[in-house]
């Protein structure tokens, strides 16, 4: 219902039988010139206290990647930063809770500090801890947060201030010099779950709703909607092509291999 721009919609539409050769195809082509970016060494900074970390994804994108226990397990949780001429843009929160944010405000802390700039935007992919405990941090430095409005529904549920919750309307974004485009494709890890693309990067934030390579299992099912996932995941296979590199929620960014490696966890877990 809310998905966004003509301008990705102009690419043929696959009939559905060869779907997954064509897009096996594409993903032999993409490996190598995913391979090759991974090999430059990339720039990483890490805060004090070790709990936020900073990788360079490309001249102008990060990923942010903070720590929490789940389970007993130390768990990494990535979003993004991306940066414009009118400031930096951050896809989730640092991994806080509810009234207790010292991540997301070390986070804007260090972008400031190591990137120069200010956090003007933010938007926040579903209503868990790990992608909008720190909202209260940004919403203190008065930066406006967008959210689709079941996010924010969902977010005022979980005790959280409401994200702005535009994004159903306007799932398109320009930020200076930069496009940012969000997707709800469906109900999947959880029911208000979207993903956020750059297509001038063509990279895709998948967040929780993509496991990394990795992943042995779908992870926190607490909110999920496994039957729907495999469908969710394949929209936004066919919506974007082109991706070159995929952030998921947790553990390891990649190439469009996620996408599928996702499909097949559910696979596994359904079979
Ligand atoms: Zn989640
Ligand atoms: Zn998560």
């Known amino acids: 219902m809310l998905i966004g721009c003509s301008e990705d919609n102009s690419q043929p539409t696959q009939p559905k039988e060869n779907q997954e050769t064509t897009i096996t195809e594409d993903l032999a082509k993409?490996?190598?010139?995913?391979?090759?970016?991974?090999?430059?060494?990339?720039?990483?900074?890490?805060?004090?206290?070790?709990?936020?970390g900073l990788t360079q994804l490309t001249d102008k994108v990060w990923v942010h990647t903070s720590y929490n226990e789940w389970k007993g397990t130390k768990i990494p949780h990535n979003g993004l930063v991306v940066t414009t001429d009118k400031g930096a843009v951050l896809i989730d929160t640092a991994w806080d809770t509810e009234g207790n944010h010292?991540?997301?405000k070390a986070l804007l802390q260090m972008i400031q500090k190591h990137l120069k700039k200010k956090v003007?935007?933010?938007i926040v992919t579903h209503a868990h801890d790990d992608s909008i405990g720190g909202i209260q941090a940004l919403l203190d430095k008065k930066?406006?947060?967008?959210?689709?409005?079941l996010t924010a529904k969902l977010a005022k549920e979980n005790g959280y201030p409401s994200p702005k919750p535009i994004l159903d309307e306007k799932p398109m974004m320009k930020i200076?010099?930069?496009?940012?485009?969000?997707?709800?494709?469906?109900?999947?890890?959880?029911?208000?779950?979207?993903?956020a693309w750059l297509p001038q990067y063509k990279i895709l934030f998948g967040g929780c709703f993509i496991k990394s390579l990795d992943a042995k299992d779908l992870g926190?099912?607490?909110?999920?909607?496994?039957?729907?996932?495999?469908?969710?995941?394949?929209?936004?296979?066919?919506?974007?092509?082109?991706?070159?590199?995929?952030?998921?929620?947790h553990g390891e960014w990649g190439n469009?291999?996620?996408l599928f490696h996702t499909i097949d966890l559910i696979k596994q877990h359904t079979d």
Do not use: C, F
């Open 30 to 52: 993409l490996n190598d010139q995913v391979n090759a970016e991974a090999e430059k060494s990339p720039t990483h900074i890490t805060s004090q206290d070790k709990s936020i």
């Open 102 to 104: 010292p991540k997301t």
């Open 120 to 122: 003007v935007l933010a």
């Open 143 to 149: 930066i406006e947060v967008r959210s689709t409005s």
């Open 176 to 195: 200076g010099d930069t496009v940012i485009k969000t997707m709800y494709p469906g109900e999947g890890h959880s029911k208000d779950n979207i993903t």
């Open 220 to 249: 926190n099912l607490s909110d999920a909607n496994v039957e729907k996932w495999d469908d969710s995941v394949k929209k936004v296979i066919e919506k974007y092509p082109q991706v070159k590199i995929v952030v998921p929620g």
């Open 256 to 258: 469009k291999r996620l």
